[in-house]
């Protein structure tokens, strides 16, 4: 079955240094989205991206979908205490409605 | 909107009990999720469903767990006899179908904590 492979899987940066997360697939992608986990918490949706190249941003949040749609990428620009948690990749049947999630990457920041 | 609600919040029980966990959709969603969640495994899809329908039960790890969805606003998991290597953070998401706008965005609930001594 479809799988993506997310990394690092675990990240430490000191607070307002940058981080990107990478997630791949060998597989061309129909659309990928980005979920974020606080700890102890669920996982809550952040984007979605279907386009070819497709780049969006929230604020110091930034996300890229590959030209040939089998990767992505999460970029956080100077990161804050509040970006701990955990950041999944998921990918979208075309088939189905369910998604396949990415093993995430857990991001603690020293402040 | 209240989003998707699930019961209990945390669950302790013994090994070899019965163990019901319980999840409310968020109110005209088509499709349910239950996920399981570990250290060890991450997040795992149970099993799903579409309009009340189980889809895809691949996922089940065994004939212990089962679920239903009686309705479109209710559905159970339940782990009988359960495991202490079913301790996990069980939760459940509902979405709409909107795949012809390329769109299967999850709303999840705040999970279930099951410690299974």
């Known amino acids: 079955g479809q799988q993506v492979m997310q990394i690092p899987q675990y990240q430490h940066v000191q607070e307002g240094e940058d981080f990107t997360t990478y997630c791949n697939s060998s597989?061309?992608?129909?659309?990928i989205q980005w979920y974020k986990q606080r700890p102890g918490g669920h996982p809550v949706f952040l984007i979605q991206?279907?386009?070819?190249?497709e780049v969006k941003k929230q604020k110091r949040l930034t996300f890229q979908f590959g030209e040939a749609k089998k990767n992505s990428s999460l970029h956080i620009t100077a990161t804050q205490t509040t970006d701990v948690g955990t950041y999944f990749c998921?990918?979208?049947?075309?088939?189905?409605?369910?998604?396949?999630f990415g093993q995430g990457t857990t991001l603690q920041v020293k402040p | 909107d209240a989003g998707v609600i699930q019961s209990p919040r945390h669950e302790v029980t013994e090994m070899g009990q019965e163990v019901t966990l319980r999840c409310k959709p968020i109110s005209g969603h088509d499709y349910l999720f239950w996920y399981r969640q570990t250290m060890m495994r991450g997040l795992e899809l149970l099993i799903y469903?579409?309009?009340?329908?189980?889809?895809?039960d691949s996922g089940m790890p065994e004939d212990r767990f089962s679920a239903k969805m009686p309705n479109a606003s209710f559905s159970t998991l339940k782990i009988q006899p359960s495991e202490p290597r079913d301790s996990a953070v069980y939760f459940c998401?509902?979405?709409?179908?909107?795949?012809?706008?390329?769109?299967?965005?999850?709303?999840f609930g705040p999970g279930t904590r099951l410690t299974v001594l």
């Open positions: 469903f579409n309009n009340n329908v189980p889809i895809d």
């Open positions: 998401a509902s979405s709409l179908d909107l795949r012809d706008r390329g769109q299967l965005k999850q709303f």
């Open positions: 998921a990918v979208g049947s075309s088939n189905t409605g369910k998604l396949i």
């Open positions: 991206l279907v386009k070819s190249g």
């Open positions: 597989t061309t992608l129909s659309n």
